[in-house]
């Protein structure tokens, strides 16, 4: 029997992911569900809505409400908030980046603790993960040199990896993050929805 | 000090007030918290935000993910769920009549009663809420008589009433339902948000 999985899908650029990767390690831990971090880009999917931005620039109130909502999710957490400018960041190189320390084949230890990392300092920090200097930093924060691992991000092969990811996203009906997926085909959307995905998972054995 | 309240902000027509109408009483009585239910038109904000129907209508993915997220809620909750058709319902009519019953002057015990079972025959049943005989039904189930409670939702004061709820949903800043407003002016977006509302308003005294 399987041990159950939960797949994390999640934009580096998502507001509401950033609780979600803060908390979703922890949790999974305690309900013994393993996890697959799976970096993917919202671009494509919010242009195939005929959206060019966030949803949240496009619709003001909603953008208003998210940020306030945020902070309040923030504070009960007691993580540090920053909004970022510009928002959305550009989360090209950050998820090209993450896919090469979360590869299957080469699964390097770093992979999560990255994403996690890139999420701070976006949200924590308000520094641009755009920024390869940035990304740089972040991956000798965690001892990672960083020269090669970008040189690999933007192989032809990563760069596949995450076109291909991000078309996964699509055939499985994505359209915000963060996503959770389970292997039975349910699909639970928001940091909000991330207890509820785990018990789901559990169930699915 | 005043008791704690919070504003209740629903539209029939929508989904995700159907739990949230169908739990906020036991909720709000075990926190101490009085309610304030205040049905509004979502009509119109949508319309001010170039929409001509439901947003789970015109972007699918997200409404496929709704009707099934809104199911696995249901199931959580032991509440049936049958999905209305036409999906949105017009919701002005039963809108009228609530505030009739919920009227400030004549505060009618009935005005609550109605409003639950009016998402109870929409979403349990699928019954058209629309429809002035089922409207009727419904009241007549609460005892109360039917006709002269329909003419008087009818009345030039009570539609100004309706329309002045909803300039003043506008006002606050309202974009979506249920939404839950606290005396300091706190907005809470969600059925997923109403436990998070309420100690927010128990904070606020």
Redesign the interface.
Same mark, same amino acid.
């Given at each position: 029997m399987a041990a159950p999985t939960l797949d994390f899908w999640f934009d580096f650029a998502s507001t509401y992911s950033y609780p979600a990767a803060m908390r979703i390690r922890a949790l999974a831990g305690e309900a013994g569900v393993g996890l697959n971090f799976r970096p993917f880009l919202l671009g494509p999917i919010f242009k195939s809505?005929g959206w060019d931005t966030s949803p949240f620039n496009l619709?003001p &109130?909603?953008g208003?409400?998210m940020w %306030? *909502?945020l902070e %309040?999710i923030c504070t *009960?957490l007691s993580l540090p908030l920053r909004r970022p400018e510009p928002f959305p960041q550009q989360s090209l190189l950050a998820a090209r980046v993450a896919l090469v320390g979360l590869g299957e084949a080469s699964h390097e230890p770093w992979g999560e603790e990255f994403c996690v990392a890139v999420y701070r300092a976006q949200f924590a920090h308000g520094r641009r993960i755009d920024d390869a200097a940035v990304i740089g930093d972040i991956l000798e924060g965690l001892g990672v040199p960083a020269a090669p691992v970008i040189a690999a991000a933007g192989s032809d092969d990563n760069k596949m990896r995450l076109r291909a990811t991000t078309e996964e996203a699509q055939r499985r +009906? &994505? !359209? +915000?993050a963060p996503t959770f997926t389970t292997c039975d085909g349910e699909? !639970?959307? +928001?940091n *909000? %929805?991330l207890e %509820?995905a785990l018990l789901w998972a559990q169930r699915d054995r």
């Open positions: 809505q619709y &109130l909603k208003h409400y %306030r *909502d %309040r *009960d +009906g &994505l !359209f +915000g699909l !639970f959307w +928001g *909000d %929805r %509820r």
